[in-house]
Every structure is written in C-alpha cells, then in structure tokens.
C-alpha cells in the first residue's frame, strides 16, 4: 500500500476555489472523484493522521499514488464535472447506482402518419409523446395490451406494418380486434389519429370522463335492445377501470413527484423511489450498493439524485417535485442543476407532515424489506456460502475446513460494565442456539487484551471439562442406556475451526495465549480489524487483505457485526440494570408493593435513614421484624453516589419505577 505523504502535495499549491479532484492509483487509474467548495481544505482532510480517518477513506488514501484536481468557476460547475468524471471512470471508491436499463415509458409516436403505441425506453425522440416512467416493464406492457381493447391503436413496427399493406392482410392484433388495422384500409389516416389522442388524454388523467362516456353508450346500448354492444362496452368499461386499479390514487391529481426512501446498514443500502404521475404510483424502482466510501446522509443523497437523474435529458423524465428523507448537500446548486435538465423549475425536498410525508413512510418500509431480502438471499445462497467458506479457508492458508467458526467481540463504555459475546456459524448459517454472552469484572475487565484472555480461557475450559465429562462415555466405561442415565450436556464439546476475534494483532495475541495456556493447539485464530477490514494471524506482521468482492470477507463481516449487535445489546442492558438499582433491593421480606408504599410514605432517601422502627411500622403492610431490617439496611455506609442525596439536593426516587436511586 501506499504511502500518503509520497504524493501528498504542497498546501500552498492547492487552490481555495471551488473544484474537481481525482485520486489514481499506481496505474494511473482513477479510483475515487470528489467535488469541493474549497479544495485545499477538502484535500488536506485526506492527508490528515490516518488514525483520524474514516476506515474506508483509510484504505482510498493508501491505495492511490497521486492526486490531482480542476478548478472550476462555482459549485454549479463542479457538481457537472463530478457526476461527468463518476460516469466517465466509474472509479471503485465511489457509490455506483448501477443499472443497465433505463426507465420504460409508454410512448405515442405521434410524428407519425398512422401513430404507433409501444413501451420505450432510453433518449426522448421528436414528435413522441411519453407517459411514464412505468416499473417494471411488464406493468406498462400489460396496461398497454388491456387499453388496446378500447383504443385499438397501431402497435406494429414499420417492417411488419409495410409488410400488412402489401398482402393486404392484417396482422393477428387486427384480427383480435386489438388494431383498427390501418395498414389495410379498415380505419381512416384520421380516425386512427384520433383514437391515439384519445389514448394520450385517458394516460393524461382523463380516464373517468372516458368511463362515463362509455356507461352512457351501455345504456343507450340496453335502452335499444342492443345486448351485444352493451356487453362489448360492459367488457371495455371494465378493461378502463382495471387500468386504474393498477394504478391507485394515493396523491392529489396534480401531483408529479419521485419519492426517494433509504435504508442502510454499515455495509450496504437499498434505495427505493415511487414515481407519482397524476397522483397515481406510475412505477416503482430499487437498487442495492455496497458503500464503499464514508459518506455521510447529505452526500449519499447528492450521489443518488446525480446518477439517477443524470442521464435524463427529456422534461417529463424528471418530475417538479423530487422528495428526499434528507436534505442534500448544496440543494440549491443542486435543485439548479435539475432544473436545467428538466427546462423548468424542480422543487427538492423533505417533507414533514401530510400524505407526502406518510407515502415516503411506505417507501421507507419497501426499501428496508428489499435490504432485509437482499442480505437474506446471499445469506441462505449455498454456493454463496461453500464459496466464501472454501475463499476463506484458502485465503487463511488452513488444513482444515470451516465448519464452525466462533467470533467474539467485547463491548464495554470507559471500561465499564464490560460484556463479551460469543456468536457462532456452522456451514456458514447462524447458529444462535450456540450465542453465549460473559460478563467480565475484577482485572480481566482493565482492557481488551486482557477481557479477550478472560473470554477465550472461559470457553475453552469448559470445552475442555465436557471433553473430561464424555471421555468415559465415548471410550465405552458407562452405558448410558444400561444405567438409564441422561448423557451429560454438551454445551462446549464441540470445538470451532477458526476463532475469530474483533481487532487486530493485540487481541489475536491474547486469543492465542489462552488457548496455549490450556494446551489447545488445533483450534486456529484470525482477527478482522474493523478499521481496514483486515485479516490477522498469530505471529504474522503482515495482514491477509481479501478482496472487497470476496465473499469470505463478506461472511467475515457479517459474522463480526453480528458478534458487536450481540455484545451491545447485553452491554445495554447490563448498564440499565445498573443504572435502576435500590439500597432496599435486598431487604429480606420487602416485595415491590411494599417498597413502592414505603417511598411514598416518606418522599426521600434522607427522611428513610432518619426514620427508626416506629416510623417503617406506621406504613401498611411494615411489621416490626421487617422495620428493622429496613433500618439496618439504610444505616449501612452511603456510597459515593448515595451521599450526593443526603442534603436533599438530588433526586432520590425514580419517579417513573418509584425505586429508590443510589
């Protein structure tokens, strides 16, 4: 890897004007583009010391050998060029939203002598009219083929058109009555031009008008003893309103918006975007990135709105309203710049209440869904799994293969209430009822090396004491069957293939001690540093660096971070328990009803330890044996934290549980 300060340039160098800058690598490749206000500050951020950088922005710096940069006249400019740059390079270091699809529409040629329906996608074309955007395609293409039934316009391509005029029969879409059939005479250059209008007004939001219509010619239909044509509109009628069905209005009618919604965890985010047209859900569209540089909310959002938007060169592609859970970086510049892609004026941002506000709710909840199935799906992948097992075990250089891994990760605040969890994998899938969490006290709790030795010792004592405890089963001394005994728990027998630890070297160093101090030496440990997402072995200066696409990091990962949410959930609830304990807790004979009576009689610690046993007795339920226990537990020695209630000062009861603090 590289070294920052060999290519770091010369502050007086950088200019302070808003630009553009590029980091390559030793092949002159670029791998990361960014934008900046003021580029000397932006870029002496990176040079900053590397243990105040974010881990990913770590590993960007050490992988590039230069940096340059283009000054640009406003932040207009350099928000242009950097979505230009992102676009030209697709650098590895930056959020690529990537699809290779456009949005489809339905699109009315109307430049055309016989106009022509059919689902598009890509540049906007001259003298082509667009509805849309529709997601997925095949919703637009099942509403087109159900508003054939009533607005039969041309479907065809110009082949097959030319084609139909010249044997003078239709195609089979002109037989099914789903084309007027231009191509051979059956409808006038003109009234097939209308019938295309027609369709462009019902997709512009007229569709009840074109209903009511249609029920009055049933009824005309019926009042004339015409039952076929009033079941051919019956039929249509239906078809009309099946088209709305799909397309339910959630919004006023006016309403054209795209409503975007995250949902992300450390490694990756799902965005989803609702496209409202006429008030109705047009389509829907999601993606799925792996965030591979630190960003904060503001600049995730910037991102997205340049890639999604980027591309549109058409005014309908990109709505008057565009609705974000959070405010961009430089919305103003950037509210500009779509603008000057639409030709009109686009109204960003947040809403706070309302139906907007409860809608971006249901996008948020889509896009949670689609992280929750993505992680699930490459989770319950068996090839996925098998693959990052055999990477690993490779990558690690192990004799063994990884039936069972264990991971372990300590948790604590300022040394605190200091927990450790335990969290397994067998085949590459959970196993949480093999989850154990410690608590750890006295001098194992001074530090993390010496919290891992307490851990590591703790687990593998009791594999060894369940090894001792099955030895005479397995080598056939006692017959379980014969004696009718129940076999003895194996909580710990079966040992894992790797122990990863949460850290780096120290932490490796102090796993491998204590499994040597208990003379195990056929269980192998690795650990995942956190900062550069880094593989270390015992004895090894040198870490094992997977990489960014390799599944086996990636089970790594989700095993690590499982290990943390497990470790800070017990961490949690350990420092509230601590945090709502009563000096009358362990009053023999004293249950919540009558603590609770006791606080209330007397309001305060301090009128409680100046009480004697006359005072507790004249509480309901207080006996005399149960009012000197009261006494005696109140006189014991305050605290440090009890005596800063003795002058009354502090509150002494929790008011919400009714315990008395200490």
């Given at each position: 890897m590289a070294d920052p300060t060999s290519y770091r340039p010369r502050t007086g160098e950088i200019p302070t004007s808003p630009g553009v800058y590029r980091f390559r690598d030793p092949q002159a490749r670029v791998i990361y583009v960014g934008k900046a206000k003021n580029l000397r500050s932006r870029l002496n951020s990176y040079f900053a010391n590397p243990a105040t950088l974010a881990a990913k922005t770590h590993t960007m710096v050490h992988t590039a050998a230069s940096v340059e940069w283009t000054v640009v006249g406003s932040e207009l400019e350099a928000l242009q060029l950097e979505y230009t740059w992102i676009k030209e390079y697709a650098p590895r270091f930056n959020i690529m939203f990537r699809d290779d699809k456009s949005y489809p529409y339905l699109a009315v040629t109307l430049g055309e002598k016989y106009p022509r329906a059919q689902v598009m996608r890509g540049d906007r074309r001259k003298d082509v009219k667009y509805f849309g955007p529709f997601y997925p395609a095949k919703a637009i293409r099942e509403t087109l083929d159900t508003l054939l039934r009533v607005f039969p316009v041309r479907t065809c391509s110009s082949g097959i058109f030319r084609r139909a005029q010249q044997s003078g029969r239709p195609c089979l879409l002109g037989y099914i009555d789903k084309c007027s059939a231009p191509c051979v005479g059956r409808i006038s250059p003109e009234d097939h031009r209308k019938l295309a209008d027609e369709l462009c007004q019902f997709m512009g939001g007229e569709g009840t008008r074109f209903i009511r219509d249609l029920e009055g010619q049933m009824k005309a239909a019926v009042a004339e003893l015409d039952y076929e044509q009033a079941a051919r509109l019956r039929d249509d009628i239906a078809a009309l309103r099946r088209v709305f069905e799909r397309n339910a209005v959630v919004l006023s009618e006016?309403?054209?918006?795209?409503?975007?919604?995250?949902?992300?965890?450390?490694?990756?985010?799902?965005?989803?975007?609702?496209?409202?047209?006429?008030?109705?859900?047009?389509?829907?569209?999601?993606?799925?990135?792996?965030?591979?540089?630190?960003?904060?909310?503001?600049?995730?959002?910037?991102?997205?709105?340049?890639?999604?938007?980027?591309?549109?060169?058409?005014?309908?592609?990109?709505?008057?309203?565009?609705?974000?859970?959070?405010?961009?970086?430089?919305?103003?510049?950037?509210?500009?710049?779509?603008?000057?892609?639409?030709?009109?004026?686009?109204?960003?941002?947040?809403?706070?209440?309302?139906?907007?506000?409860?809608?971006?709710?249901?996008?948020?909840?889509?896009?949670?869904?689609?992280?929750?199935?993505?992680?699930?799906?490459r989770a319950a992948d068996i090839t996925t799994r098998s693959a990052a097992l055999q990477e690993l075990q490779e990558a690690l250089g192990l004799p063994v293969p990884l039936m069972r891994i264990e991971c372990y990760d300590i948790s604590h605040v300022q040394g605190t209430n200091v927990v450790a969890s335990m969290v397994v994998v067998e085949d590459g899938l959970p196993k949480k009822s093999d989850y154990r969490k410690f608590s750890i006290t006295g001098d194992a709790a001074r530090d993390d090396t010496a919290s891992m030795y307490d851990v590591i010792t703790r687990r593998f004592r009791h594999y060894l004491d369940d090894q001792a405890a099955m030895a005479p089963v397995i080598s056939g001394e006692i017959s379980i069957e014969d004696s009718g005994e129940k076999a003895p728990p194996r909580k710990f027998a079966y040992p894992p293939s790797l122990v990863v630890v949460d850290g780096g070297p120290p932490q490796v160093a102090a796993a491998v001690q204590a499994l040597t101090d208990l003379g195990i030496d056929d269980v192998y440990v690795a650990g995942l540093a956190k900062r550069l997402e880094e593989l270390w072995l015992p004895d090894d200066p040198f870490p094992v660096v997977l990489p960014r696409a390799s599944h086996g990091l990636y089970l790594l990962q989700r095993i690590r971070d499982e290990a943390h949410r497990f470790a800070i959930t017990f961490h949690r609830q350990k420092r509230s328990a601590a945090m709502t304990t009563s000096l009358l807790d362990d009053v023999p004979g004293l249950g919540p009803a009558k603590r609770q009576a006791i606080v209330k009689h007397f309001g305060s610690l301090k009128r409680m330890r100046a009480a004697g046993v006359e005072d507790f007795q004249q509480v309901k339920g207080v006996g005399p044996r149960l009012a000197a226990h009261l006494v005696e537990a109140l006189s014991a020695p305050a605290t440090a934290g009890g005596e800063g209630h003795d002058d009354g000062a502090g509150p002494a009861v929790n008011t919400a549980t009714g315990e008395l603090l200490d």
């Open positions: 006016d309403t054209e918006a795209d409503i975007f919604a995250v949902a992300e965890d450390d490694l990756e985010a799902a965005v989803q975007v609702f496209h409202v047209r006429q008030g109705r859900i047009r389509g829907q569209r999601g993606w799925v990135v792996e965030k591979v540089e630190e960003t904060n909310g503001p600049e995730f959002i910037e991102h997205l709105l340049q890639q999604v938007y980027g591309e549109n060169t058409g005014g309908d592609r990109i709505p008057r309203e565009v609705l974000v859970p959070v405010e961009p970086e430089n919305p103003q510049e950037l509210a500009t710049w779509l603008r000057g892609l639409r030709g009109a004026a686009v109204n960003l941002r947040v809403p706070q209440r309302g139906e907007k506000a409860a809608l971006m709710g249901t996008v948020k909840d889509n896009a949670e869904q689609s992280l929750r199935l993505h992680k699930s799906r």
